[in-house]
């Protein structure tokens, strides 16, 4: 009978490990001594090991998207100090935060000078896009330099491709009654608004500098912290 049961062992191992259920194969052990101790059900210790697999999975598929995003910072929308900016919608970002935008493949734009926390916003949203699962686009700081030659033209093509079908956040710091101007070629110009805003939410922020703001308050930290060893 111990034989039976040892080999019934190996082969459910054999089993997880060819189905590549590796993770489960590693808990398996676990798993089977806590049903024992706690007299779990086949059932219960059945859920309890593909839950494993279930969440080691998830959490790889997780790690793969945020790879790919390429986020430039761990921000989320937790770390935003609206107090601190009163030139932000704040109700306006936490309705974005629930990613609504994406089931009809809406945009966003935030628009403002640099400093006011467009790019940490539009980060945020990535994150939750990225914790989520959803697909987004987020063109960040367009406008701050010139577009190379024929790049309005490439931008355009990127923004009709995803017209109506994906969503992208752009931040930029050029009003939008300003893009003819800014991109050198008014046509080009008005054919990208005109797709980026047939579903979008705008959100103007014109505020202080909330990077400089930190900068100040590293200072002010700094300088209190070095007064304090002085003394």
Known sequence: MQMSEARRYQQLRAHLSYLKLNDAAEALNR????????????????????????????????????RFACLPEPWTLADFDFAAQPGVDEKLIRDLATLRFLDDASNVLFVGPPGVGKTM????????????GPRL????ELGYLPLPEDGASALFQVINQRYLKSSTILTTNVGIADWAGAFGDAT???AML???????AVAGI??????????????????????????
């Open 31 to 66: 798993v089977l001594d806590q049903s024992r101790t706690e007299r779990m059900s086949l059932t219960a210790a059945l859920e309890r090991l593909l839950e494993i697999e279930v969440e080691a999975t998830e959490a790889r598929k997780r790690a793969a998207r945020e």
């Open 121 to 132: 916003l539009s980060v945020a949203l990535g994150r939750a896009a990225v914790d989520a």
């Open 137 to 140: 686009l987020i063109i960040d």
């Open 188 to 190: 080009v110009a008005a």
């Open 194 to 200: 005109d797709r980026l805003l047939h579903r979008a």
């Open 206 to 231: 014109d505020g202080p500098s909330y990077r400089l703001r930190g900068h100040r308050n590293q200072a002010e930290n700094l300088r209190a912290g070095v007064n304090a060893r002085v003394s």
